[in-house]
C-alpha cells in the first residue's frame, strides 16, 4: 500500500526507495487517487507533506481492510488443509486451568487455530459440547452420555471436604453427620448450563448455602471461614500446606473419573491433535 509506505518512511522519496519506484511514479498515484476519491490526501503547504485528516482516516481504515485481507487468506489456507480456524476446550471449574495451557504454544506451533478455553460448573459442560459451544469438553464422568458423544477415560482427581480451621464444623465428633453439616453454611458454584435445571452436589434441602460463580470464589469463600464444601485437591494444596484450609475428617476423600468428550460428527486436525495432547499431558502430570 503505497500510504502505508509513506508513512512508515517518512517521505516520498524513501518510499519509492522502499517500493523501486521512482518517486514521479509515486507522486502522480497520489495525486490521481486524490482525483478520484475528490479528497485531499496530503497537505503540500508546508516543507514536507503531511496527511490531512481525510488522508490519516484513509490510511488506518486502509490497514484495517489490508489485515482482513491477509486474515482472510490465512484463515483460508488453513480451512483447505484441514484445521479449524477456532477451537473451543470446555473444562469442569474442578479442574485448574494451569492443565490446559500446555496446549496454546504446541497448537500455534501447528497451526494459526484460536484457541478458547471456557470453565463450565456441573452440567454446564455437556451442556455446551450438546449445543456446539464446545468442541472438546475435559470433566468428571456423566452418568449417561448420547451415542453421538465420544468419551474416553483421562484419569483421576481427588476432591475433599475442607473447612477454615477455626470452624466450628471441626469441634464435632461426626463432622460430616447430615444432621450436623445441616448447621453450617455450604459453598457451591453456580451450575452453568443455561436451558436446564441447575445441579447442586453435596448441598443439603435445608442447608443454608452461599452460591459463587467460580472455583476460585469458592476457595475464596472456603478459607474466610464463612462456610464448607468439597473442593479439587489442585485448588486446596496450597491452601491446606500453608494452614489455611484443613480437610474434614469422617469421610475419605472423593476420587472422580475425569474424562475427554467429543461429538464424533466433527473432527478436525486441531481437534485431533488436541486430543492426543490432553491425553498425553494428563497422564504426564498426574
Not at 502505508?4 to 524513501?14: E, L, N, T
Not at 497520489?30 to 490531512?52: C, N, P
Not at 464444623?169 to 461426626?174: F, K, M, P, V
Amino acid at each position: 500500500m503505497v500510504l502505508d509506505a509513506i508513512d512508515r518512511r517518512g517521505s516520498f522519496a524513501a518510499a519509492s526507495e522502499e517500493l523501486g519506484r521512482a518517486p514521479s511514479s509515486l507522486s502522480y498515484q497520489v495525486q490521481k487517487l486524490e482525483q478520484d476519491l475528490d479528497l485531499v490526501i496530503f497537505d503540500r503547504s508546508g516543507h514536507r507533506a503531511a496527511f490531512t485528516k481525510a488522508g490519516k482516516l484513509l490510511l488506518e481504515r486502509g490497514r484495517q481492510i489490508l489485515s482482513a485481507a491477509d486474515e482472510m487468506v490465512a484463515d483460508a489456507s488453513a480451512l483447505a488443509h484441514g484445521w479449524e480456524l477456532d477451537l473451543t476446550i470446555a473444562y469442569d471449574g474442578l479442574i485448574p486451568l494451569l492443565d490446559m495451557l500446555p496446549l496454546v504454544d504446541g497448537l500455534y506451533e501447528k497451526s494459526k487455530t484460536r484457541l478458547r478455553f471456557q470453565e463450565e460448573i456441573l452440567a454446564g459442560c455437556w451442556e455446551a459440547l450438546a449445543q456446539d459451544r464446545a468442541d472438546l469438553v475435559v470433566a468428571p464422568a456423566p452418568v449417561v452420555a448420547p451415542p453421538e458423544v465420544k468419551i474416553e477415560p483421562l484419569g483421576k482427581l481427588t476432591a475433599l471436604w475442607v473447612a477454615h480451621p477455626e470452624h466450628p464444623i471441626l469441634r464435632h465428633d461426626n463432622p460430616l453427620d447430615p444432621k450436623v453439616r445441616q448447621q453450617y453454611r455450604g459453598i457451591a458454584v453456580a451450575d452453568t448450563a443455561r436451558n436446564t435445571p441447575p445441579i447442586t452436589y453435596n448441598i443439603l434441602d435445608d442447608q443454608p448455602l452461599l452460591t459463587v460463580s467460580s472455583m476460585n470464589d469458592k476457595l475464596v469463600a472456603l478459607k474466610a471461614g464463612i462456610g464448607i464444601g468439597t473442593i479439587s485437591l489442585p485448588f486446596a494444596q496450597q491452601a491446606l500446606d500453608k494452614g489455611e484450609l484443613v480437610a474434614i475428617k469422617g469421610e475419605p476423600a472423593h476420587e472422580l473419573d475425569i474424562v475427554l468428550a467429543w461429538n464424533r460428527n466433527t473432527m478436525g486436525k486441531a481437534k485431533t491433535w488436541c486430543i492426543q495432547q490432553l491425553k498425553k499431558q494428563w497422564n504426564h502430570t498426574r
